[in-house]
Structure formats: structure tokens, C-alpha cells
């Protein structure tokens, strides 16, 4: 069976595979107080050209994005977040199981924008009530956004604007980052997104890792006692090294960006034919998630040969389905879906 279901269903790189046989019979300290995590933080500083930021390896998205959120935010107060948004759709209610409400703004391509935003501060500080409701406490994006769109450096900056007009930390899933920083068009660096953000995230296990999540606090801002607070979440690894090898791997040799680009190559070849071939774009993405509106009968006749991604029913006759290309894609593969096709 094809499959184009999401960027997470082979296990890992074989550089990754490489390097944990490697060190497979070392013994290292736990938690990730290890030379091999070290080593790895220094590897995203020096990418980040953030020389103080403080980093912290966690194993997966939702784990991230709960832990990450309680910590920044007030007790009193929510995130804001896209109504599309991976915090408020598709994680079971964790941000709410902390006591944080997920407050919702619009989207727009899967983007929220800064004047809505500002706008929604601007009327929640000018009720008289405000008190007695839930603050916003910080913004949440996403860049590669669930729908495989872009922020801009300038909607970035315009984000950044009225998050400090308001004192509320900007943080960043950067689940798909790497298929973010090398798509066709971007404007954005990682660079930039330190520079921009007071938290974000570099994916991995999207993107080409086993598993992990590496938490960037850009400017010497992490919670105090943070790795308690992890713990609190049940999201401290023991064995943390197995996180540090995997993205000091991601980080050597410009690993994360080369199989990033490789997928979006892949995604941009089955793109076009798509469109020579009248099919319907969804969205107009430049990474590796290709959303397209199939009406049923295309859409089951596909799914008999390729697995793809059920995003939601766009009416009684249509599907919105993904095709998610990643690190692993090959072209036989891309090949084989075009000729489905």
C-alpha cells in the first residue's frame, strides 16, 4: 500500500539510526544532563545565532505544546490561537486540561492576523469587566501552519508588534519547521524566528527524527526550574541522550535542512501535475502538505491503492484529503501516486 498519510510513518534517518547504534553501550547521565545533549544545544545556538538561548528536549508535539503553554501563561489567563489551530483541534483538550482556555481568532489560510489580534486585546482591556474574564495570556502560531501555509517575516514582525504592546510571550510550534525554513518562497529564516519569538519549537519528529521536540527559550527567558515543571507534566525523559543524538545528528552537516527540502521537492512535483490534471487545491501551500477537495468517488477510488490524510468533509459530495510527502518520500514513490493520478 502507497503511502502519503503524514511525514511520521518511517522510523528515523539512517544517519540518526547510524549514530543511536553507535551509542548504544555508553552510559550517559540522565534527563538529558548528558555531553550528547550538550553538544546538540550548542549544534541549534549557533543555528539560531542565539548564543544564550536556553534549550529543552521533549518527545513529542502535544507534550510540547501542553508543558511549553502552562509555563508561560498565567493561571488567570488563556493562549490565543487560530481556531484552526493544532492546540484547540486536534489535542484532545490539553491545553484545557491545564486550566488554560484556548481563546480563538479567525483564520485565514490557517494564519491568525496581527490587526485581529490587536483588535481582540484592544476590546477585551476596554471592558470594564475584563477582570472577571479570561485573560489572553499568550499567542500561539504554528509555522508550517496546519495547513501547510506561511507566515511571512513581516505578518511575523506585525505578530511580534502587538504581542509586546500587550506583554504576551509569542511562541511558535515549529512542528514542520524544517519544511517551513526551506519551502519555495519563504522569506523567513531560523534566525529570524529566534530573533521574532520568545519560545518555539524545532521539530523532529516530523522531520526525520525518531522522536523529539527541541524547546528554544531565545533570550536566557525559560521558566524557572523548568525541568520540574516538565516532570509535573509527565514529560521528562530518562534516557534524555536518546533526544540529544537525534537532532546533534539533525544539526550536523545541514542534515535537518537537505531532507527538508527533499520533501518539499517531492511535494512540489505532485503539486504541479495536480494542477495540470484539474485537480482541486485547497490551499495554496508551499510545503510538504498538499491539501486538495476530491469529490467521494475520487477520493475512495485513490484511497484503494495510496493512504491519504482525512482533514474534513468540505460537503455532501466532497473531502478535503492531504498529501503529506516527507524526509522518506522517494521518487518511485511520487512517481507511482502520479501515475494514480
Not at 510513518?9 to 550538550?38: M, W
Not at 529543552?56 to 490561537?81: E, H, K, M, R
Not at 513581516?154 to 517551513?180: N, Q
Amino acid at each position: 500500500m502507497l503511502s502519503f498519510e503524514n511525514d511520521y510513518s518511517c522510523t528515523a534517518t539512517p544517519e540518526i539510526i547510524a549514530r543511536i547504534d553507535e551509542i548504544a553501550r555508553n552510559q550517559y547521565q540522565g534527563y538529558g544532563a548528558d555531553e550528547i545533549c550538550d553538544m546538540a544545544k550548542d549544534k541549534i545556538r549557533k543555528a539560531c545565532a542565539c548564543p544564550d538561548a536556553e534549550i529543552f528536549f521533549l518527545v513529542g508535539g502535544t507534550q510540547t505544546n501542553q508543558t511549553v503553554i502552562d509555563s508561560i501563561t498565567p493561571q488567570y489567563a488563556g493562549v490565543v490561537a487560530a481556531d484552526t489551530g493544532h492546540v484547540n483541534v486536534h489535542e484532545a483538550g490539553a491545553i484545557e486540561f491545564t486550566g488554560h482556555k484556548v481563546l480563538t481568532l479567525p483564520h485565514h489560510n490557517g494564519k491568525i492576523d496581527a490587526h485581529e489580534l490587536d483588535e481582540y486585546c484592544a476590546t477585551f482591556y476596554g471592558d470594564a469587566n475584563y477582570t472577571h474574564m479570561v485573560f489572553p495570556g499568550c499567542v500561539y502560531i504554528s509555522q508550517a501552519t496546519e495547513y501547510g501555509t506561511l507566515y511571512t517575516l513581516a505578518e511575523l514582525e506585525a505578530l511580534r508588534e502587538v504581542c509586546t504592546k500587550y506583554d504576551m510571550p509569542l511562541f511558535i510550534d515549529g512542528a514542520r519547521l524544517g519544511y517551513a525554513l526551506t519551502a519555495t518562497g519563504n522569506d523567513v529564516t531560523l534566525e529570524d524566528i529566534a530573533r521574532i519569538a520568545d519560545v518555539f519549537y524545532i521539530g523532529g519528529t516530523k522531520v526525520g527524527a525518531m522522536f523529539g521536540e527541541a524547546v528554544v527559550f531565545t533570550h536566557g527567558n525559560m521558566p524557572e526550574h523548568f525541568l520540574t515543571l516538565v516532570k509535573q507534566h509527565g514529560a521528562l525523559l530518562a534516557k534524555g541522550w536518546l533526544l540529544g543524538v537525534q537532532f546533534d545528528t539533525l544539526f550536523t552537516d545541514d542534515l535537518y535542512t537537505r531532507i527538508a527540502r527533499r520533501a518539499n521537492a517531492a511535494a512540489d512535483r505532485i503539486r504541479r501535475v495536480l494542477v495540470e490534471r484539474g485537480y482541486t487545491l485547497t490551499f495554496d501551500a508551499p510545503t510538504n502538505q498538499i491539501f486538495i477537495t476530491l469529490d467521494n468517488e475520487t477520493s475512495q477510488r485513490l484511497q484503494r491503492d495510496v493512504r491519504l490524510g482525512f482533514m474534513e468533509k468540505a460537503d455532501d459530495t466532497h473531502t478535503v484529503m492531504r498529501i503529506c510527502t516527507s524526509w522518506s518520500t522517494t521518487d518511485e514513490q511520487v512517481e507511482r501516486l502520479i501515475a494514480l493520478l
